[in-house]
């Protein structure tokens, strides 16, 4: 059952298997290739409904009840003294339910699942499409919610133009790719000047184990690290005041983040523009500890940049690290039963955990959701084709046990 997986894919998960093994944690984590676009169906989506009768199927009910879903208070306005919240979302969703109403109730914040990506707007050097990004912008605009960018550069999303050419003269092949990336950088910046509050320049740039510092890339290949510095350098020459992020996936992995560290400092010491580091937060109801992750905030404010957690999702399966090589995954639970309570349990404590570190710093800005609700998410296709029901909100838009132990610290998960 495992996804059909390009070879980008395969090294991203070969590199997060060693990366585990290594360090001998258990991490769910970014960068396989999804790609379900049809909703997922948890099979337990019923309708619409206002927003009133509770969490009604299931998917999600812990053993203990939960509140009166029509009282749950808006994320946005409980979360604002700290700092922008919101969901990772294509256009095709944003009318559907229950996605419509979540994001207008709650997202101050919202982030391009695909659409954003360098695989549908770059056609072809110099020819865009724009079609699905300003329709995604123009719903953002209209229900008065802020945009992330993401993601100008990312390994497994650039089209394979941007590297086409004659590769027997290096110098005159680098100077080609290097301004097509530019001009690539330029033009959607610029597009998007105004619209978007923040890029993410790079997206996991880093390497998964200890025999290197940076991924091993087609970009990384043909430039070595330069790449990073002429995406970061474009994009701030195209718009001044937008905020530009590095973001990562397992930040909270000690080892990982010291490589991103070293990255990161080599990009200031040369003086490029970079703002802030994104944690993706692709984690699973046992791992990371608060600890780790107080960790990792507290080493990007160290260097004086931004923290923005970036693509949090927290999956009910605590798989082994071969699970992500295709082997060795843990059964899918069924709703309803002692053991998905239990998950539910476990999952709404270590979202209410996270939460308390990420209000405790005042350099996170912004924390996104990679997903709205239960219904429609990419861990449903990674590592392998298995139901998961790792947000905030169920199915049908009820407001989970991890919902109120966010919100309520009087609530009992
Ligand atoms: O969840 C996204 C999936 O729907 C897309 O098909 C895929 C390729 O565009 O990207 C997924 O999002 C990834 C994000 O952009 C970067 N970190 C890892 C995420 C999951 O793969």
Not at 196 to 219: L, Q
Not at 224 to 242: C, E, H, L, T, W
């Amino acid at each position: 059952m495992m996804p059909s997986g390009k070879p980008t894919d395969q090294m991203n998960r070969r590199g997060l298997l060693l990366s585990v093994a290594a360090s001998g944690l258990v991490a769910a984590c970014g960068g396989g290739g999804g790609g379900s676009s049809g909703g997922g169906g948890g099979g337990s989506s019923s309708s619409s409904s206002s927003s009133s009768s509770s969490a009604s199927s299931s998917s999600s009910s812990s053993s203990s009840s939960l509140p009166d879903p029509a009282t749950a208070p808006s994320l946005k306005t409980q979360f604002a003294s700290h700092f922008k919240i919101g969901f990772a979302v294509d256009p095709w969703l944003t009318s559907q339910s229950p996605t419509h109403d979540l994001l207008l109730k709650h997202a101050s914040t919202i982030t391009a699942e695909s659409v954003m990506k360098a695989n549908p707007i770059g056609v072809s050097a110099g020819v865009y499409d724009f079609t699905q990004a300003d329709a995604l912008i123009a719903f953002a605009q209209a229900n008065g919610i802020n945009v992330r960018g993401h993601a100008l550069v990312w390994h497994q999303t650039s089209p394979s133009w941007f590297f086409d050419g004659d590769r027997s003269d290096m110098t005159a092949y680098k100077a080609l790719v290097r301004s097509r990336l530019e001009t690539y950088v330029t033009d959607v910046v610029t597009h998007f000047k105004g619209k978007v509050y923040c890029w993410d320049v790079v997206n996991e740039v880093t390497s998964d184990d200890a025999s290197a510092t940076y991924r091993n890339s087609d970009w990384y290949q043909i430039f070595g690290s330069d790449f990073i510095d002429y995406a970061f350098r474009a994009a701030r020459a195209a718009d001044p005041s937008v905020k530009l992020f590095i973001n990562e996936y397992s930040t909270e992995d000690a080892a990982k983040r010291g490589r991103l560290m070293t990255i990161v400092q080599g990009m200031l010491d040369r003086g490029v523009p970079v703002d802030g580091v994104g944690h993706q937060m692709h984690i699973n109801t046992g791992y990371p500890s608060a600890a780790q992750v107080e960790a990792a905030l507290s080493d990007v404010e160290a260097k004086g940049l931004i923290n923005h957690v970036t693509e949090m999702d927290v999956s009910i399966y605590n798989d082994s690290g071969s699970c992500y090589s295709g082997t060795g995954c843990l059964p899918a639970l069924t709703p309803g039963t002692a053991a998905f309570n239990t998950a539910m349990t476990t999952q709404a404590q270590k979202y209410r955990e996270l939460f308390n570190v990420f209000t405790a710093h005042t350099s996170v800005q912004a924390v996104t959701m990679w997903g709205v609700a239960d219904n429609h998410t990419w861990l449903d296709n990674y590592p392998v084709a298995r139901k998961n029901y790792p947000l905030l909100f169920d199915a049908a838009g009820g407001p989970k046990a991890a919902f109120w132990a966010i919100v309520d610290p009087g609530f009992t998960p």
